[in-house]
């Protein structure tokens, strides 16, 4: 079993920068591809950013490209999501989660508020 818990949310202006932070636990942290979903409401999950277990390999979805940036720090057992130029529609609770076969885990959010 994993541990994830999210961190970093908050209020931003449009324009503004915020860097989330997801420190996980309970598991070797290294051996896992990472990701970071976002929920916004009235609206289903959305895929943002991966990365994979060593950290040399990552991909952005396309609403997201250019502007969000993940990383991670393996001796920290923590990923990070590095959000600038953030727009009023990037307003979400946003989400780590892994895939651990056979089951997906989730932290439990954090919020960002983007206000125009």
């Known amino acids: 079993q994993v541990q994830l818990v999210e961190s970093g949310g908050g209020l931003v202006q449009a324009g503004g920068s915020l860097r989330l932070s997801c420190a996980a636990s309970?598991?070797?942290?290294?051996?896992?591809?990472m990701g970071w979903f976002r929920q916004a409401p009235g609206k289903e999950r959305e895929f943002l950013c991966a990365?994979?277990?060593?950290?040399?390999?990552?991909r952005s979805a396309d609403s997201v490209k250019g502007r969000f940036t993940i990383s991670r720090d393996n001796g920290k057992n923590t990923v990070y999501l590095q959000m600038n130029s953030l727009e009023p529609e990037d307003t979400a609770v946003y989400y780590c989660?892994?895939?651990?076969?056979?089951?997906?885990?989730w932290g439990q959010g954090t919020q960002v508020t983007v206000s125009s």
């Open positions: 989660s892994t895939y651990i076969p056979h089951r997906r885990y």
């Open positions: 990365i994979s277990s060593g950290g040399s390999s990552t």
């Open positions: 309970g598991r070797t942290f290294s051996r896992y591809h």
